[in-house]
């Protein structure tokens, strides 16, 4: 059985900074592309990053320069470090997991078979 559980989330204030963490089991990091997304209130979940085993991260255009993954395999976690956080940011943030070995970093959550259920982060302004 997989698990992915997120933590790290909280209220902050605009232009703070926060890292998240997803720890997992049952599923092998090293050989998957992880990844964060995130689904403000009324909106659809939406892409933030992913990166594939070979190490490669694809960021959505408004993380750039901002939010930094890394992941550590041999703890089974990955991270999310998020800077000059802003309103816009204010999401739930759910750790994914492809669960096909691979370095295809897809951006629809559709084609992630594992999930988190979610930090939320809130950024006042």
């Known amino acids: 059985q997989v698990q992915l559980v997120e933590s790290g989330g909280g209220l902050v204030q605009a232009g703070d900074s926060l890292t998240l963490s997803c720890v997992g089991s049952g599923l092998t990091f090293s050989w998957n592309t992880m990844g964060w997304f995130r689904q403000a209130p009324g909106e659809e979940r939406e892409f933030v990053v992913v990166?594939?085993?070979?190490?490669?991260?694809d960021y959505v255009d408004s993380a750039k320069g901002r939010f930094t993954i890394s992941r550590d395999n041999a703890k089974n976690t990955i991270y999310l470090q998020m800077n000059t956080l802003k309103p816009d940011d204010t999401a739930v943030y759910y750790c994914a997991g492809r669960g096909v070995r691979g370095n295809r970093r897809p951006r629809e959550a559709i084609d992630y078979a594992y999930w988190g259920q979610g930090t939320q982060v809130t950024v006042s302004s």
């Open positions: 990166m594939s085993p070979d190490g490669v991260a």
